[in-house]
């Protein structure tokens, strides 16, 4: 509950910080339509742990001013609406359908503004500098996500979760808000060309080949090492015992 | 004394075991063995012949394995000519053409020697006869009489030469080795130098602004302004200088007002903006893992984990030292700068860091 509240509080915060950014002055005014849309879509999944009016509960955080990157990145994950509270939530195949998620989005967003849902052309990664992107990433993210975005543990059961299976506009999203643990880099720090950069480095990382034809995880030299030592040595081991193993005796 | 002795059993068998080494257990019994030697020990009695049987009890069976041995090896052939021809025929011109060459080459001669070592096996296990062989060990000691003639020689070599006799020429000789004795320690002087004060300053001085690491943007707290916000800087110009750099660089985070407490210095703080440094105190790895829900900051290395709130203290791990801070202000621009450089040495504990 603390978590959450924390996560709230980050999320909040993060929403305050891009008032006047691109990512919130490029937000679409939502149609009258749409936001009561999610807003009966918002009554019927997110308002029991959320608040009827979004304003939080004791099991969930306030959702005013986190923005519609903030939805749309934890509904389109399908980590929200949570099922149960865990250390960290999981990303599951999404409960709600893309129209529903943007039509709750445009609901929050229009309670209290916060960064907007970037549009193709903000996380297209046409012409972006995908070395940039590397260094950028080696520096900010790869301490928790991996070098290759292949993810890692955190503390207490926490952890920064694989990149293998996010959109880049989730990839931009959870830049902008921070969500859960992850620290908040926003277009100041980290600016909106700069965030293209990285996206086209985690993407690139896909189909970068693995020598040898098995990537391991991708996670550095342990599961290497144990493959090479358990099925390197134990090949060798059994050729051993095969060559020196005695021939049966023909009586 | 006689290295013979460690192969002899106890008194109780001492008869057997005089002449023979102990048998291991699961070798076939002694009236079996054979020798492909024979021994120059007057007492062993004669070697019977050699029987090698020059013929398989399973003429069959060794057919087969002929034929399985013959084609192995002639696979083996076949893979050498195609290591031969893969290297006459693909090219290397570029990245790709290089790991597809390589893969060839590899693999070809993989299955060369593979063919080669498990014929060779399979004609050992299957053709030829199974038979143990035992080899008695002989003293490696010299005879006695050569042992007395070299002993001979050796005395005499030294009177001739007026070793003793002479001992300004013995001792200068002594004198000439004794610089090589020392050189070596000497040296040890290329290990050096001592760092003298260089651990305990970094290139941070007072007025020098903090910018982004990778893009060297300045930053003003108005910009850096997400409470949960984290990102890695360093000493605007030094963005190329790897010597400088990893002492120097900085991680800052901004938390919410009134999440910083004692022990962090308050003062050095800006708009709860906070400057730690980067290099864990354990063995130096980039500590910038950090957790905004606990503030929590972890070495991806040994996991020490730091509070970022308190002065970055211990929480967890092998660090014993808080990273520590950077003093930290803002210019009459209004960019982050140092106010001077770190109060106590950065990185790992070193012998004369006291």
């Known amino acids: 509950m603390v978590l959450l509240g924390l996560i709230a509080v980050g999320v909040v915060y993060a929403a305050f910080t891009n008032q006047g950014s691109p990512a919130s002055a490029s937000a679409p005014a939502a149609s009258q339509r749409e936001t009561s849309l999610g807003r009966q879509l918002f009554v019927q999944n997110c308002s029991s742990c959320h608040g009827y009016m979004a304003q939080g509960t004791k099991t969930g955080p306030s959702l005013i001013g986190v923005g519609a990157a903030a939805v749309d990145f934890q509904v389109s994950t399908g980590r929200m609406p949570l099922k149960e509270i865990e250390a960290e939530a999981s990303r599951k195949p999404p409960v709600l359908t893309p129209e529903q998620t943007h039509e709750i989005a445009a609901y929050i967003a229009s309670l209290g503004g916060g960064p907007a849902v970037p549009d193709a052309e903000q996380v297209s990664t046409q012409g972006a500098d995908t070395g940039l992107g590397q260094e950028l990433f080696s520096t900010n993210c790869a301490q928790c996500h991996n070098f290759v975005g292949a993810g890692g543990a955190l503390t207490d059961g926490k952890y920064a979760p694989a990149l293998t299976q996010s959109t880049p506009t989730q990839i931009y999203e959870a830049m902008l808000t921070g969500p859960e643990a992850m620290p908040v880099f926003n277009d100041s720090t980290i600016t909106p060309s700069e965030k293209r950069d990285i996206i086209a480095y985690v993407t690139k990382t896909r189909s970068s080949p693995n020598p040898g034809g098995f990537s391991l995880g991708r996670i550095g030299p342990v599961t290497e090492g144990l493959v090479g030592w358990i099925g390197g040595i134990g090949a060798l081991v059994l050729l051993a015992i095969w060559i020196t193993v005695k021939r049966r005796v023909h009586e | ?354």
């Open chain 2, 1 to 354: 004394m006689s290295s013979t002795e460690g192969y002899t059993g106890g008194p109780e068998d001492e008869a057997e075991s005089s002449r023979a080494p102990h048998r291991v257990i699961g070798t076939p019994p002694p009236a079996e063995e054979r020798t492909l030697l024979g021994t120059v020990q007057t007492d062993t009695p004669p070697v019977p012949p050699r029987e090698l049987p020059a013929d398989p009890d399973d003429p069959a069976g060794a057919k087969r394995a002929e034929r399985i041995v013959a084609a192995l090896f002639i696979l083996s052939t076949l893979a050498g000519i195609g290591f031969i021809a893969a290297y006459i025929g693909l090219p290397v011109g570029a990245e790709d053409a290089v790991l597809r060459s390589n893969l060839a080459l590899g693999i070809s001669m993989a299955v060369v020697f593979l063919a080669l070592g498990t014929g060779a096996v399979i004609w050992v296990r299957r053709l030829m006869p199974d038979v143990e062989l035992t080899e008695a060990r002989k003293p490696l000691a010299s005879a006695e009489p050569d042992r007395k003639a070299f002993a001979e020689t050796f005395r005499e070599g030294a009177e001739a030469s007026q070793f003793v006799k002479r001992p300004i020429l013995r001792r200068t000789l002594i004198a000439a080795t004794l610089p090589l004795l020392v050189a070596p320690i000497v040296l040890l002087r290329d290990l050096g130098p001592l760092p003298g004060t260089k651990l305990r300053y970094t290139v941070w001085r007072k007025g020098l602004r903090l910018v982004i690491s990778d893009t060297g943007r300045p930053i003003k707290p108005a910009d850096f302004d997400s409470p949960g916000g984290m990102i890695t800087v360093i000493p605007e110009g030094f963005q190329a200088n790897d010597d400088a750099l990893v002492k120097a660089t900085v991680i800052i985070i901004k938390l919410e007002p009134g999440e910083l407490k004692y022990p962090t210095n308050l003062n050095w703080t800006v708009d709860n903006i906070v400057a730690y440094s980067k290099i864990c105190t354990h063995v130096g790895c980039p500590v910038a893992l950090y957790e905004q829900t606990t503030h929590h900051i972890l070495c991806p290395c040994h996991q020490s984990t730091f509070d970022a709130t308190r002065g970055a203290t211990v929480l967890f791990g092998p660090a014993n030292r808080p990273l520590p801070q950077l003093p930290m202000g803002v210019n009459s621009e209004g960019y982050l700068v140092a106010l001077s450089d770190f109060k106590v040495p950065v990185g790992p504990a070193f012998w004369e860091r006291g």
